[in-house]
């Protein structure tokens, strides 16, 4: 099962994979105008089976995209996957979904112990520097979405493609139609706050005050993890040491990708790059939106600190060891008094800059979390 958000490119990956493997196969699409049922999927099932017999019962690969959208797909599947495992047919499948919230409920209801999940993240910096030859500054500003690249100079358009094409696509589709939302000018809202304040705590209170709507903080905290789920924007806890003190704390909202910033912001990306102050918050969004992609399906965790006014801006936790992070983008140097006071309560297996007098931000950005904890890598 390939999953991920929409336009990271698992339907240009998996047709690149068809055309190379040589490998026999039957491709089928339910993003499509007409209403697809579980009488579809057994069509395209029943077309898989008949190539399988035409080449004398070698493997035939089944892709089907957009799974997701098939009302009760997952029973379906599991039908047909037992009956052919049955009578030893040799259909081999590959489910493609753009909607996590949708195709993790069929996973693990109907498909346990038959699949394997391959995370599709938003791109990294690397990816789009050796795909596109962007900078770290293109990235800081327009993020991780190969399909706007060709956008970028035209900004007016691209503006819109991230926000009709990606945002309200995905809200519409991967959230509302698939999951109960009783507020969704509420939930669209939070993620225009999770955009506006990206890089910042803030408590699930004041989000309601910022929102000025009548839901509560359980309702707002909901919203939040359907938009994490869905690739948007996620709210990082506090390390505390221990499980249930961080999920009681304030949450750091991210977005997962800088492109979505961008998107909602007034400002301008020259506006963005010549302020030290709003630079910083683009770098420091980076900087956590390819933690957060890049910690899917590991055993890695990423918190955030803070005690008063001193912060940790990032907090990488693995096997018990604890990784520091903090993000510098100004020209000054300046004492780390977060750090600091982090190791006066907890131990810390390194810390690290990022930024002006410690790791470039290419090369942090290039490198994979798990990285920091490996004895080789760079330590303070």
Not at 213 to 222: E, K, L, M, P, R
Request: with cysteine; hydrophobic share 40%.
């Amino acid at each position: 099962v390939l999953a991920g958000p929409r336009q990271t490119g698992k339907t240009t990956l998996v047709k690149q994979l068809l055309d190379s493997c040589g490998m026999v196969s039957v491709y089928a699409s339910a993003d499509e105008p007409a209403l697809k049922d579980a009488s579809w999927l057994g069509q395209q099932w029943e077309n898989a089976r008949i190539a399988s017999a035409k080449s004398g019962d070698c493997p035939v690969l089944l892709v089907l995209d957009e799974i997701q959208k098939i009302t009760g797909w997952a029973e379906t599947v599991k039908k047909y996957w037992d009956e052919d495992t049955f009578r030893n047919l040799n259909v081999r499948l590959m489910l493609l979904g753009s909607s996590p919230l949708g195709v993790s409920a069929g996973l693990t209801e109907s498909l346990a112990g038959r699949f394997e999940v391959i995370n599709v993240r938003h791109w990294s910096y690397q990816e789009m520097k050796t795909a596109f030859g962007w900078d770290i500054t293109q990235y800081v500003l327009f993020g991780g979405y190969p399909g706007s690249v060709k956008l970028v100079n035209d900004r007016p358009r691209w503006k819109n493609y991230i926000r009709e094409s990606l945002v309200e696509t995905g809200i519409s589709r991967d959230i509302l139609l698939l999951t109960r939302v009783d507020k969704p000018a509420l939930l669209r809202r939070v993620f225009e706050l999770g955009c506006l304040y990206s890089g910042q705590i803030l408590s699930y209170q004041k989000m309601l005050g910022q929102l000025q709507d009548a839901g509560n903080t359980v309702t707002v905290a909901h919203y939040l993890e359907l938009l994490s789920k869905a690739g948007f924007i996620t709210g990082i806890q506090k390390y505390a040491g221990h499980h249930l003190r961080r999920k009681s704390s304030s949450p750091k909202l991210m977005v997962m990708n800088n492109a979505l910033m961008t998107s909602q912001s007034e400002f301008s990306p020259e506006e963005i790059s010549d302020s030290p102050d709003k630079w910083g918050r683009w770098v420091e969004s980076a900087v956590g939106g390819h933690l957060l992609n890049s910690i899917i399906g590991t055993d890695i965790g990423l918190y955030y600190w803070n005690a008063g006014i001193r912060e940790v801006d990032f907090i990488l936790v693995k096997g018990g060891r604890v990784v520091l992070i903090e993000v510098k983008s100004g020209a000054k140097k300046e004492r780390l008094p977060g750090l600091e006071e982090f190791e006066k309560h907890f131990e810390a297996y390194s810390r690290l800059l990022v930024g002006r007098g410690g790791i470039p931000l290419e090369d942090f950005l290039s490198e994979r979390p798990d990285f920091w904890f490996d004895p080789k890598s760079p330590r303070q």
